[in-house]
């Protein structure tokens, strides 16, 4: 168990519609990472937080967006949901954001648009 | 979206016999990571590393940053079938700020015959 809570694991969901993706970092941990894991673009970068604040933008669609909430947890949320959205988004979490790379995994949402 | 080059893409074994991996890359990375992950589960850090010709060893793994930062291989000694699974390795490229993201490798599936 690696401490990073991630809900739900599973959503399935029309297109069109618009999810929340929640995750609980480790305690302690104040950088929060969202990836995106698909068959033919592997694991993707999204989005970093740290204590609050965006810190980093990878990958991340316009059509997607995320917050870090002053307890530290996280949420992306994903709208007007197209069919090629569907993957796994993983939240990853680490102590700092300087010189500390060991990012921690939750166990991913496994999101289905149909 | 980017990714590191890695290869094999999979391999087939005998429970007992060594395997070998590796990553390249076209930028320096001053961190490699290697991870390890199981289906339906999130990537599992393995090994970490942080200095170039840094060699590691984690039980039966052992990973090293190579001289040029911009390769890294893991090696698996004696393999067992829970060694099964999808490894990645993972490049920083600096510290802080945007460079803080992993890039994350294509993968390397592992199947282990008993």
């Known amino acids: 168990d690696s401490g990073v809570t991630q809900t739900p694991k599973h959503l399935i969901t029309a297109t069109g519609q618009r999810v929340t993706l929640r995750c609980s970092p480790r305690?302690?941990?104040?950088?929060v990472y969202w990836y995106q894991q698909s068959l033919d673009q592997g694991l993707q970068f999204l989005i970093q937080y740290y204590n609050g604040e965006e810190r980093a933008k990878g990958n991340i669609l316009e059509r997607f967006s995320a917050q870090q909430f002053p307890d530290l947890h996280s949420e992306l949320n994903l709208s007007s949901l197209e069919l090629g959205d569907s993957a796994l988004y993983f939240c990853?979490?680490?102590?700092?954001?300087?010189?500390?790379?060991?990012?921690?995994f939750g166990q991913g949402t496994r999101l289905t648009v149909v | 979206g980017q990714q590191l080059n890695q290869s094999p893409q999979s391999m087939f074994i005998q429970e007992g016999e060594d395997v070998s991996m590796n990553c390249t890359s076209s930028s320096i990375f001053n961190t490699w990571l290697w991870y390890k992950q199981d289906p339906g589960e999130g990537p599992v850090l393995l090994i970490a590393l942080y200095k170039a010709g840094e060699l590691t060893s984690n039980g039966r793994l052992t990973a090293q940053f190579g001289i040029t930062r911009k390769d890294s291989f893991l090696n698996i000694s004696a393999s067992i079938p829970s060694d099964v699974g999808i490894y990645f390795c993972?490049?920083?490229?600096?510290?802080?700020?945007?460079?803080?993201?992993?890039?994350f490798g294509t993968g390397t599936l592992l199947a282990v015959q008993p």
């Open positions: 305690s302690g941990d104040l950088s």
């Open positions: 993972a490049g920083q490229l600096g510290y802080g700020g945007a460079t803080n993201k992993l890039i």
């Open positions: 990853a979490s680490s102590v700092a954001t300087t010189g500390d790379t060991e990012a921690f």
